[in-house]
C-alpha cells in the first residue's frame, strides 16, 4: 500500500513569490494534516482538512492556506512568502474515525527554500 | 495546548548500549504518538499509548506510559545504528486532532 506522497521534493522561491506543495493521501484515508518544521522551532500544527473542509488551522498568518480536492489530495499555498517560511513541509493523513486521537500517517516532506 | 517536554536533547551512545528517552507534561495526556524521524524525511509513527500504566513492546523498543498519564519513556535495548535518529513524542488534541509535539530527542548510535 502507498504511503503519503508530496511534491514536489524540493522547491526554491525568491521572498515575495508565492509556493504550492501538493499532498496525496494513504488511500481510504479522508483527513489531510500540514505542519511545518523549520530549524529551531519544532513540528508546528498548520491546517487540517477532512472530507473537503478546513477543520482547523495552527497559529499561522492567512497567507498559509490550502485546500482538499475530492479525491482528498491536498495542497497548501504560501502566498508573500519571507525568508523564515523556509523549511520542511510535512502532510499527513489519517482516518477520521473520531475519538480521543487519530492516528497520522507522515509522507517524505516539501523542502521549501526561499531566497 | 499542553507543553510536551523531551529529555535528553542530544544522546550519543555506542552501538549495544541501552538508552531511555522520556516525555513529560504537567497536563494529562489524552493519547500519546512517538515517532522517528530521519533527516530530510518525514516522521515515522512508531506506537500510540492511550491508557495509564501502558507497556507496548516493539522489538527492541519498550515504551511505557505512566500510571497518571503525564509522562512517557521511550527504552531501547542494544541500540543499533539503524536506531539513529529524531525522536518525537506528540499528543493528539481531544476534538481537533492535531498533534502538538515535543522538541524531540536526537539520538546517535556509534557503530
Known amino acids: 500500500e502507498a504511503g503519503v506522497t508530496q511534491s514536489p521534493t524540493h522547491l526554491i522561491k525568491t521572498r515575495g513569490q508565492q509556493a504550492t506543495l501538493r499532498c496525496s493521501p494513504i488511500s481510504g484515508h479522508t483527513s489531510v494534516y500540514w505542519y511545518q518544521q523549520a530549524l529551531g522551532l519544532g513540528l508546528q500544527f498548520l491546517l487540517w482538512y477532512d472530507e473537503g473542509e478546513e477543520r482547523n488551522r495552527g497559529n499561522f498568518p492567512p497567507r498559509f492556506s490550502g485546500r482538499q480536492f475530492p479525491n482528498y489530495s491536498s495542497e497548501l499555498n504560501v502566498n508573500a512568502l519571507e525568508l523564515e517560511d523556509s523549511a520542511l513541509y510535512l502532510c499527513?493523513?489519517?482516518?477520521?474515525?473520531?475519538?480521543?486521537?487519530?492516528?497520522?500517517?507522515f509522507g517524505p516532506g516539501t523542502r521549501l527554500t526561499v531566497l | 495546548t499542553q507543553l510536551l517536554e523531551q529529555s535528553p536533547q542530544f544522546l550519543s551512545i555506542q552501538e549495544g548500549e541501552n538508552l531511555t528517552v522520556y516525555c513529560n507534561s504537567s497536563?494529562?495526556?489524552?493519547?500519546l504518538q512517538w515517532y522517528r524521524q530521519e533527516p530530510g524525511e518525514g516522521p515515522v509513527l512508531l506506537v500510540t499509548?492511550?491508557?495509564?500504566?501502558e507497556v507496548k513492546k516493539l522489538k527492541r523498543l519498550t515504551f511505557q506510559f505512566g500510571d497518571a498519564r503525564k509522562d512517557s519513556s521511550l527504552h531501547i535495548t542494544a541500540a543499533q545504528p539503524g536506531d539513529t535518529g529524531l525522536y518525537l513524542c506528540?499528543?493528539?488534541?481531544?476534538?481537533?486532532?492535531?498533534?502538538?509535539f515535543g522538541a524531540g530527542t536526537t539520538v546517535t548510535v556509534r557503530a
Open positions: 506528540a499528543e493528539s488534541g481531544v476534538n481537533d486532532y492535531k498533534l502538538s
Open positions: 499509548v492511550v491508557t495509564g500504566g
Open positions: 497536563s494529562v495526556f489524552s493519547s
Open positions: 499527513a493523513s489519517s482516518l477520521f474515525v473520531g475519538g480521543s486521537y487519530n492516528e497520522q500517517f
